[in-house]
């Protein structure tokens, strides 16, 4: 959640105007609250509850006011969104402004119950995150066992109930090649897109700085998540990369392309 400076109680750029600056994502931490430990996390989020986080009342007028300005993709996030009771109530609120609501579960809290909830709030994508290829891998990242079969068993519920999914991937040195794998398993998972994160060094994360990869792997890995765009039909995007934003465009002028969202999707319109 980003805040202003504004005194005014006029939005800076009302809804409708501005349009090249219009507001298209929205990433929202629910809450700090969470099930598991990852040793990345930028909220530093564990087990709660936390003090001063908006109530059900205040996430409504956040809304109002994202509304007011925009319709943009909002992702209900945390912590572990489902660990808020009335994240549903926030998500179907959010649908009746107009807003497209997504949310990002760690995936071990989705039920049967759960899923028939975001189909019903109006949720229409969830992202869970993969951040190793092996239960090994990835509960180590993620800092519970068990963690990597929660989270394929929820994405599994969410597919058999018909929710959209994709697979987010934040990427340091200790999952560094099994990246292709990861995107091989979202692949099988019928995951609809791959997102992929450089590891940023705030919250839990700034304790394994000595994680970030090197520039010549920062390059090698974002050359090779471009070429993957011709490799499969996934939706592909990265972020916390802003070096993405270059290469996209270096390489798509060595091929005779054009950069434009209808191309190549948000990455066209972000630099990070």
């Not at 099930?35 to 009342?57: I, M, Q, Y």
């Not at 959010?94 to 989705?110: D, E, S």
């Not at 092996?134 to 068993?153: K, M, P, Q, Y």
Request: charged share 25%.
């Amino acid at each position: 959640m980003t805040n202003t400076n504004h005194t005014s109680s006029e939005h800076p750029h009302p809804k409708g105007k501005n349009k090249g600056a219009a507001l298209r994502l929205v990433a929202w931490e629910t809450t700090r609250n969470c099930n598991l430990a990852c040793v990345h996390c930028r909220a530093s989020a564990e087990h709660g509850p936390f003090s001063g986080e908006l109530d059900t009342r205040a996430s409504f007028h956040l809304l109002d006011q994202i509304a007011e300005v925009g319709e943009p993709i909002v992702i209900l996030t945390g912590g572990e969104p489902l660990l808020r009771p009335d994240i549903f109530d926030i998500a179907k609120y959010g649908t009746k402004k107009g807003l497209r609501m997504v949310m990002a579960p760690n995936g071990t809290l989705i039920t049967e119950k759960t899923t028939g909830q975001m189909a019903d709030a109006g949720i229409k994508r969830i992202s869970v995150s993969l951040d190793g290829a092996t239960r090994e891998s990835h509960d180590r990242f993620r800092g519970v066992e068990g963690a990597f079969e929660g989270a394929i068993r929820g994405i599994r519920r969410g597919k058999d109930a018909g929710v959209e999914f994709q697979i987010n991937t934040t990427i340091t040195k200790t999952n560094l090649s099994e990246i292709p794998k990861i995107q091989e398993l979202a692949i099988k998972l019928g995951a609809v897109a791959h997102h992929i994160f450089l590891l940023v060094p705030t919250g839990r994360g700034k304790y394994i700085v000595d994680q970030e990869i090197t520039a010549e792997e920062y390059e090698n890995t974002l050359n090779w998540f471009y070429d993957q765009r011709e490799r499969t039909s996934l939706q592909l995007k990265a972020t916390c990369a802003p070096h993405y934003y270059r290469i996209l465009r270096q390489r798509a002028k060595q091929e005779g392309k054009s950069v434009t969202f209808k191309t190549h999707g948000m990455d066209a319109v972000t630099r990070g």
